[in-house]
């Protein structure tokens, strides 16, 4: 597909089970051009130390940033701080009267710095060292300094990220994401002509659509407020597209019966999305994205709904005027539902039916081909064998909707997807070290895992308590963080057990997670080519391994084409009598995961060959699979033992036994320790592109 994103590739395994094959590391394995080392735009945040002291960025130590025009005031006698020049000086001064003079010459050595005394003398101090004042000036107030200071991190987020695997054109891509800015308030919008001139195209688009009327507001009747969102738009390379203005809908303000009835509209499983990389990689089919200008505009409005005026073009004479709303528009509540029936009804005249595993899926079957298209709101994923009707579909929704085609799929939901010559990774850096600038973890100290080993999280009737609306929205994020690190999961679904009532510990768990984060910002899923699409996966569960209520957490992973594809980390519902009855009702879950993913693949055109593997490390539970044994044992999950027998009867799964060592699923349940926990991430397939090493 032209040139790669990245280097590095993956052995085949050596093993029939996805993860047991011995994996190279990248550097072994490099087949494309690198790129150059890089160092984070990112400016770190610096600290003054219990002393007072500060240290300076001189020598070979890595410097995260600069503090430009930093004002220290009121220090009395000790440290003063400049960002005169590109050299620092920092020193313990106590006269008054010292005023400091900064060399014209930015290539001057911190020597030159020249202190001018009462006298008018020149005083060159060392770095360092104090200057006392003369007795005729001793005691008068110190004079405020705007002084200099390049601070070092001792964990600088750009040991920790690093492009030099990726190509020159997947670099720039990176970098161009990361260096973009978008305004948070109107006013900074409209002051800005790139902002200004994209508000004002959305207008245009909206007027040309008669999306509304204008009239005074009828009596009883209320309005919905309104809102600018901004963002950008990425061309295949990384440049910028287009700024783009989108005006929202305040939708939380309707009133259901009132200016909204029926809501409901599907979204693309992220599951489904990934197994469609996974056969991408396996198959080598393209991967296209496209966009639609204004999605939500192209479906009608039934109920009556009435807006308020645009921020930045409210009329000053007319304070009644309102917009009658004739189309939906972003942010309705009605809206989704409005615009994918719209989509759908298209889509079926193309000749595409809907998968039943997931409605946002359209497949066209013809000649033994297959051509896929996803869709998420308005993004969309087209993919398969037959390049003639991807392209003939391209050109069929250009015609029915006004379309902005952004080539190979680099850039979704979020996701930054990199392709090399037989694999694809996926990963959210981009994410993550936003993640860690907003809540100032940029220099943070590492952690190896995200969980303590033996944590001991839950509620206490002593706990302090803490602030539960940052602690929902940390975890909020993390979980959004989830759908490309499953490294994440058992921590993270640890943590969300504590939203009502969020506790110092439990805010303690979640910096742990944002400071793994900072061992490997960059960590993602890589699909490799293995050159089968059989189904298979791992489950586990740990009894009684919640301390509050004894109840048991299950996890488990699946994989398509040797390729993790989903996983679950969750606690079960009801207290299990044993440890054989919490892996049985853990079984359970992952043979319905699994089942989902053979209708998937079903509709897809490829049937599994053989039953599906569910690997487990609980010879009780396997053998109560098999046989109607131990009924003492069995009576409490009687639904699950017939669901079980009876996929079983028909040949559809098997449950191989695994030993603990090799249970891969083990890491969804507990914490577990380092050793333990980056082998089995090295068998997942959970690689680090973005490794400086």
């Known amino acids: 597909m032209g040139n790669d994103d990245y280097v590095g590739g993956l052995a085949k395994g050596n093993d029939g089970r996805p993860g047991m094959e011995e994996r190279p590391p990248l550097d072994d394995a490099g087949d494309l051009e690198t790129g150059v080392n890089w160092t984070t735009p990112f400016q770190d945040r610096r600290k003054l130390d219990d002393a007072g002291d500060l240290e300076t960025g001189n020598g070979d130590d890595v410097v995260c940033g600069d503090l430009e ?3 220290i005031l009121d220090y009395g006698q000790n440290d003063v701080v400049s960002d005169q020049g590109q050299n620092d000086v ?9 005023e400091v003079k900064t060399s014209p010459s930015p290539s001057s050595p911190p020597s030159s710095q020249i202190l001018q005394g009462p006298e008018g003398q020149e005083v060159i101090p060392e770095p360092n060292l104090s200057v006392l004042p003369s007795r005729s000036t001793r005691g008068k107030p110190p004079k405020k300094y ?35 800015s978008i305004p948070n308030k109107v006013q900074d919008a409209l002051r800005d002509p790139k902002w200004s001139k994209a508000m004002e195209e959305e207008m245009e688009a909206l007027q040309k659509n008669n999306t509304w009327e204008l009239i005074g507001l009828p009596k009883g009747k209320k309005t919905v407020g309104c809102k600018w969102v901004y963002t950008i738009k990425h061309d295949a390379d990384g440049s910028v597209s287009r700024y783009k203005a989108r005006l929202v809908a305040k939708g939380f303000t309707q009133t259901y019966g009132v200016d909204y009835d029926e809501t409901f509209a599907p979204v693309a499983k992220i599951n489904t999305i990934r197994v469609l990389l996974s056969l991408a990689a396996n198959l080598d ?6 966009d639609v200008k204004n999605a939500f505009l192209h479906g009608d409005l039934a109920e009556e709904v009435y807006m308020s005026l645009p921020p930045g073009y409210e009329t000053t004479n007319k304070t009644d005027v309102v917009c009658r ?13 409005a615009w994918f029936g719209r989509f759908t009804q298209a889509m079926k005249r193309f000749g595409y039916k809907q998968s039943n595993s997931d409605h946002t899926l359209f497949l066209k079957h013809q000649k033994g081909k297959v051509t896929v298209l996803i869709i998420y709101v308005d993004d969309m994923v087209i993919t398969g064998d037959d390049r003639e009707e991807i392209r003939r579909l391209q050109q069929q929704l250009a015609s029915e ?3 902005k085609d952004l080539g190979d799929l680099r850039y979704f939901l979020g996701i930054e997807v990199a392709r090399g010559s037989s694999s694809i990774f996926l990963c959210q850096r981009k994410y993550v070290l936003d993640l860690l600038s907003e809540t100032g973890m940029l220099d943070c100290r590492p952690a190896d895992t995200p969980i303590e080993q033996n944590h001991r999280l839950a509620e206490y009737p002593d706990q302090v308590p803490t602030d539960r609306a940052r602690y929902q929205r940390l975890v909020g994020k993390l979980i959004y963080l989830g759908h490309t690190r499953p490294d994440l999961a058992y921590a993270v679904s640890v943590v969300s057990q504590f939203m009502h009532n969020p506790s110092e510990d439990h805010m303690e768990a979640v910096v742990r997670i944002l400071r793994y984060l900072k061992r490997a910002p960059g960590k993602g899923l890589m699909f490799s080519k293995h050159h089968y699409l059989e189904v298979s996966g791992y489950t586990d569960a740990d009894w009684a391994g919640c301390i509050t209520d004894r109840r048991s957490t299950s996890g488990y992973f699946t994989f398509v084409g040797g390729n993790l594809v989903t996983w679950k980390s969750k606690k079960q519902k009801v207290v299990a009598r044993s440890s054989a009855e ?43 699979s098999h046989n109607p044994v131990q009924h003492d044992r069995t009576k409490h999950v009687e639904v699950d033992r017939h669901f079980i027998k009876e996929k079983l009867d028909a040949n559809l799964i098997a449950f191989p036994f695994v030993p603990t060592e090799e249970q891969l699923a083990d890491v969804l349940t507990k914490g577990v320790s380092v050793k ?6 090295d068998k997942l397939g959970i690689r680090d592109v973005y490794a400086p090493t």
């Open 69 to 71: 025009n930093a004002t």
């Open 90 to 98: 920092v020193s313990d001064i106590s006269e008054p009267d010292l």
């Open 146 to 180: 705007e002084p200099s200071l390049k601070a070092k991190s001792t964990y600088p987020v750009a040991n920790y990220v690093s492009t030099h695997r990726l190509s020159k054109s997947y670099e720039s891509f990176v970098h161009q994401i990361s260096s973009v």
């Open 285 to 290: 089919w393209p991967l296209k994205q496209l």
């Open 325 to 337: 709303l004739k189309k939906s528009l972003y942010g309705l509540k009605q809206s989704p539902r």
């Open 401 to 403: 909707f006004e379309m």
């Open 582 to 624: 919490a892996e049985y009702r853990g079984m359970a879950h992952g043979v319905c995961e699994l089942l989902w993913l053979r209708n998937l693949l079903r509709d897809l055109g490829f049937k599994p060959k053989r039953a599906m593997e569910l690997f487990c490390d609980n010879k009780a539970a396997i053998e109560i």
């Open 676 to 681: 333990a926990f980056h082998d089995s991430l």
